[in-house]
């Protein structure tokens, strides 16, 4: 009974640190299909846009319309690096526990490197290399603030979200 529980325990614990994560990559796949399409975002970024910049020529709304979506790559990216951290971190699994970082890194290129080939298939999508280093990059400042913030802080629950349970 007692050892029920336990594995109880570490299957619940175990899905509160994934689920974030898989939800995550669920929302970046689908950022990558045609609903993510320049054409479909700006439906909502160009009244945005044409709020705060009433006269914006058409290629001031490109370059503005642009520089937004490479924002969102770099946060999206640097949200799933966090997810994937928080999910690594504390893990059962000697390499994913001690390499916490390094494992969100590889699992951030990994899912970059598949959303820009997905994204080549797509009529209404383009893909490039270019996105998948902005997205490893976007990645690797959210680590890289991480690993600061748990090494400064003395207070380290940024990423210790029940360490005691399993991967």
């Not at 609903?35 to 970024?45: H, K, N, W």
């Not at 996105?131 to 690993?147: E, K, S, Y």
């Amino acid at each position: 009974m007692a050892e029920d529980v336990f594995v109880s325990s570490r299957r619940r614990g175990r899905f509160i640190r994934y689920a974030p994560l898989v939800l995550w990559m669920g929302v970046v796949f689908f950022l990558s299909s045609n609903q993510g399409s320049m054409a479909e975002t700006s439906q909502f970024i160009r009244p945005i846009i044409e709020f705060f910049f009433p006269s914006a020529s058409p290629d001031t709304f490109l370059i503005v319309h642009a520089f937004i979506r490479k924002t969102a790559h770099f946060t999206e990216y640097g949200l799933l690096a966090v997810f994937a951290a928080r999910a690594f971190f504390g893990s059962s699994r000697p390499f994913l526990n001690r390499y916490w970082y390094a494992a969100s890194i590889l699992l951030v290129l990994l899912i970059a490197v598949i959303d820009e080939t997905n994204q080549s298939t797509e009529v209404s999508r383009t893909s490039s290399g270019w996105d998948v280093l902005l997205d490893l990059f976007g990645g690797i400042a959210a680590i890289c603030t991480l690993w600061i913030a748990k090494n400064r802080w003395p207070v380290k629950r940024i990423l210790q979200n029940h360490h005691h349970h399993g991967a």
